[in-house]
């Protein structure tokens, strides 16, 4: 490897002392040669004498200026074609070693080792000559080999620097300029630790320490390093002793530039931890940190809690407003709950509307609830989405590790118990973790296995309550409700049971084989030459969403023989307020079936005009609520009237629900308020024999011991 170093004076090698006459070999040879042939010129006439020759003719003047005149001619040619001969060849290698010098003065200057020559000399013959080109040839070899070596580290994209022990740069490679924007010459002679980033320096000295140390490196450095713009970049470091070495001595750092990967790491750490859309944590961070501080709590007794907490009603905003509008108040929400956690709190969105707190230390643990506490008033404050206003309410749960041990379960688990409880309980408030709020989810649990096999154990069955016509109390129809005798429990409230079937999926079977009885059992009480008895039937929002819905309630009355327009299905808002255009589309695929929709519940809603403009309702339900009141609030009976004067206008029937007493029914009765149902003209009771009310009668108060009236909702 070349480099600036100056290079050590190689000593030459001492030979035998040969008579040198001058400075240059083939004047010498000349004198030999030309002297030589003078001498067998002087010898010669004496020699002819040995050959017979008379010593007066041999040593006449004449001859031996002849002899010496063509001996000197003789040494003279042998010298000239010794010149020609031998040098000629030695032209052509010298010529060959000016341009290998040349290339390797190039080189050595300027790091550029392209464009030397490649031509060899030919070897024909097996004297010193012939040896002399082949070590030529041999040099040109060595000499490509290192080209070849040096043109890849020129070129490669690492970048090659030789330093001191200390660190200064001894040689650098021209890729520095390529990957960090520096001049290769201007890095000579400085601290490549001028370069590191003042965090890595101290890792960057230790590897060098290490390696002129002796001791292993291991794997490579990360490190950042300075580029000429002043920005950081990743790189990977090896170092290499070469001290030793007389062609380099000196530490070699071959140096990587790792910074995309670095980046694409952050980033796939980014998307494994962070919730891409409120930018918290997310689950999988937030359940590593949680068994970190569950260890701390173990090993070391660190108190912790944790929030669990769910937003009560993103999903109308979500259908009411748009999916965008719904992500912008999770990022509203996000952070303000942030807002309210002191450093070292970690707050990380679970999944969906699913949000969860993570407080360690003891002053956490005491400060659970408030922090709680803290949240709620913080999203008292409606949150402006663009043009818009929204109130949100989040139900809360707390557990503080010391309690939830207590009962030997997991602290994120009974901070979810404590959020269900709050939610059932009212919502909009927080829940603290007590040890009777597991046995509750317990029974819950066992609950929710047991109506797993109510369908089919025969332990479902639905209850009829009439709803009649006013004035008179004709009975019409009847709605069909959904009861569950537990073998022992006994009546389990639908109140408690429906929510879990809706969680669990169950409500689709259920609703399915609720469509298919009550629709029996309305054909079976149709009377030929009698009014139909009209059947109304709960439908819950999941139960709705389900694609095959419409094919279950066609296959229903297909089944019965049950004429469509006899039945009515009872729908809420909350399964209304959803994707517009999929419940338009499912409505009119029910109304081509030939049945009747009812809004139940109307009046409570926010929207519910709208529902009547953009859905094919046939039918109000007026809320409970308000018929409490009818005969002592002015209030709610100016309510009544108005929805009944709303179904007239919009030639829709009107039905009051919960009816209870007689002022109600003459308040109602007063409206003009056509239909009614409610405990006053009949509780739910099993299917009635053959002594039930005839379509067409008047009933008042029946059953008086039957099962208080509940709905399947």
Excluded at 342 to 367: I, K, Q, T, Y
Excluded at 699 to 712: D, E
């Amino acid at each position: 490897m070349a480099h600036s170093r100056p290079t050590p004076r190689v000593q030459p090698t001492h030979r035998p002392h040969r008579l040198r006459l001058t400075r240059r070999v083939f004047w010498d040879l000349a004198v030999y040669m030309v002297g030589l042939g003078v001498a067998v010129g002087v010898v010669f006439p004496y020699f002819t004498v040995l050959l017979g020759v008379p010593r007066p003719m041999a040593t006449r003047p004449e001859l031996v200026m002849a002899c010496l005149g063509a001996g000197f001619v003789v040494g003279a040619a042998n010298y000239a074609l010794c010149r020609v001969v031998v040098g000629g060849r030695l032209a052509v290698l010298s010529a060959h070693l000016h341009a290998v010098a040349e290339t390797i003065a190039r080189g050595s200057r300027t790091g550029d080792w392209t464009g030397g020559t490649t031509e060899r000399i030919g070897v024909d013959s097996d004297d010193e000559l012939g040896e002399t080109a082949r070590a030529f040839n041999e040099l040109l070899d060595t000499l490509e080999a290192g080209a070849h070596f040096r043109s890849l580290v020129r070129n490669a994209s690492d970048i090659i620097t030789v330093v001191d022990p200390a660190g200064r740069i001894s040689y650098q490679t021209p890729s520095v300029t390529a990957v960090l924007g520096h001049s290769r010459d201007a890095l000579v002679d400085t601290d490549v630790h001028d370069l590191v980033h003042p965090d890595d320096v101290t890792a960057h000295r230790g590897q060098l320490a290490a390696v002129v140390a002796g001791c292993p490196t291991g794997l490579p450095l990360a490190h950042r390093m300075r580029h000429a713009s002043g920005a950081w970049r990743w790189m990977e470091t090896v170092a290499a002793d070469l001290l030793d070495d007389p062609a380099v001595a000196g530490v070699v750092l071959t140096t990587r530039d790792v910074s995309d990967r670095h980046e694409l790491e952050d980033a796939l750490r980014t998307q494994a931890f962070q919730d891409t859309l409120t930018g918290l944590p997310n689950r999988a961070l937030f359940m590593d940190r949680l068994r970190a501080a569950e260890d701390a709590c173990r090993t070391a007794a660190v108190p912790m809690a944790v929030l669990f907490l769910d937003l009560d009603d993103l999903k109308p905003v979500n259908d009411t407003l748009g999916h965008d509008v719904g992500d912008t108040l999770l990022r509203a929400v996000a952070a303000r709950i942030q807002g309210c956690l002191r450093p070292g709190d970690l707050a990380a969105r679970l999944a969906g509307d699913e949000f969860a707190v993570l407080l360690a230390g003891a002053a956490g643990s005491r400060d659970a609830a408030g922090v709680g506490a803290d949240i709620m008033r913080s999203l008292a404050q409606p949150v402006q989405l663009g043009d818009r206003q929204v109130q949100v309410s989040l139900s809360i749960g707390v557990a503080s590790s010391g309690t939830s041990a207590a009962v030997e379960l997991g602290l994120l688990r009974a901070a979810d118990i404590a959020m269900y409880v709050a939610k059932t309980t009212g919502k909009g408030r927080v829940e603290v973790f007590e040890g009777g709020h597991h046995a509750a989810q317990l029974e819950l649990d066992r609950l929710r296995a047991d109506l797993h096999h109510a369908l089919d154990a025969g332990e479902l069955e639905l209850y009829y309550q009439p709803i009649v016509a006013l004035p008179g109390g004709t009975v019409t129809g009847y709605e069909a409700l959904l009861r569950w005798n537990h073998p022992l429990r006994g009546v389990v409230s639908p109140q408690v049971f429906i929510p879990l079937a809706e969680d669990t999926g169950l409500i689709i079977r259920i609703g399915r084989w609720v469509t298919r009885e009550a629709t029996r059992q309305a054909a079976a009480w149709q009377r030929p030459g009698a009014p139909g008895l009209r059947m109304n039937i709960n439908v819950s929002a999941r139960q709705f969403q389900h694609p095959g819905f419409a094919d279950d309630v066609a296959d229903a009355l297909t089944a019965s023989g049950l004429d469509p327009h006899l039945l009515t299905l009872e729908l809420t808002e909350s399964l209304l307020v959803q994707d517009a255009p999929l419940v338009a589309g499912r409505l009119r695929r029910l109304k081509e079936l030939g049945l009747r929709l009812a809004l139940d519940d109307f009046g409570t809603g926010f929207s519910s005009l709208s529902y009547l403009r953009r859905f094919p309702i046939d039918i109000l339900k007026i809320d409970k609520s308000f018929v409490d009141g009818i005969a002592t609030s002015p209030e709610d009976r100016a309510v009544t009237g108005a929805i009944v004067q709303l179904g007239r206008t919009l030639r829709l029937d009107v039905v009051a629900e919960g009816v209870e007493d007689e002022r109600q029914v003459a308040a109602l009765e007063s409206l003009g308020c056509p239909s009614a149902q409610g405990y006053h003209f009949g509780r739910p009771v099993p299917p009635p024999g053959p002594d039930r009310p005839a379509a067409g009668a008047q009933v008042r108060t029946t059953c008086q011991g039957a099962a208080p009236i509940l709905t399947s909702r």
